[in-house]
């Protein structure tokens, strides 16, 4: 009897696994389109990313790379508005002057987050 628990539970976790990887994988995703649509995030026109190289204007800000390292809570403030860390940056408010709200700049985290 003790064996048929064990196996439910690890059956139950397993699936919500499942479940949690597949939003997850849903987040990157729109993470990943609003970082290249350019009425939205449009961090590609600053931003390399994933070792794609880009020249002329979508160069002027720093390539991204291992964010995965990076907590959370600090890629949102970068994002939300990056001149709380670093008054003279470049990159716009994104949160605060309203152009991406708190979902979609935690789907932009997600993405960024596979990034290698």
């Known amino acids: 009897m003790k064996l048929i628990k064990s196996l439910a539970v690890a059956t139950a976790i397993s699936a919500l696994a499942v479940t949690l990887s597949s939003a997850n994988e849903d987040l990157v995703k729109k993470g990943e389109k609003i970082f290249n649509t350019k009425n939205l995030g449009n961090c590609l026109a600053c931003h390399a990313v994933n070792g794609k ?9 720093p390539k991204l790379q291992a964010l995965k390292y ?15 860390d ?4 470049q990159m716009p408010a994104f949160g605060k002057n309203g152009w991406l709200s708190d979902g979609e700049i935690r789907a932009v ?3 960024l987050k596979t990034v290698d």
Not at 70 to 84: H, M, Q, R, S
Not at 86 to 89: L, Q
């Open 70 to 84: 990076w907590p959370d809570e600090a890629l949102y403030n970068k994002i939300y508005d990056p001149n709380i």
């Open 53 to 61: 190289k880009i020249d002329g204007p979508g160069s002027m800000g």
């Open 109 to 111: 985290i997600a993405y």
């Open 86 to 89: 670093n008054p003279i940056s």
